[in-house]
């Protein structure tokens, strides 16, 4: 596991979504589950993706892995 660079690093907000998402929630499962829309969820996406330079939602739970966020234990 290595330590986020200040570019990487999360929001809260884009922390949780990252968190629903290892959990297997869709775009509007998460976006009930924090009360916005699935635009704002898609737009937090949006940016983890670019944070990370992440191609797609896999890429984004890998990396969200090696950085300790979320565990498939």
């Keep these: ?3 986020p660079t200040e570019s990487e690093k999360l929001s809260a907000r884009e ?3 990252v ?3 290892a959990a297997g929630q869709s775009n509007g499962e998460i976006a009930r589950s924090m009360h916005v829309s699935q635009g704002t969820v898609k737009a937090h996406l949006s940016n ?3 944070k990370w330079n992440a191609r ?3 890429q984004v739970l890998i990396t969200a892995a090696r950085f300790g966020i979320v ?3």
């Design 71 to 73: 565990s498939f234990r």
């Design 15 to 17: 922390a949780e979504i």
């Design 19 to 21: 968190r629903y998402l």
């Design 56 to 58: 797609d939602r896999v």
């Design 1 to 3: 596991m290595r330590l």
């Design 48 to 50: 983890i993706m670019l």
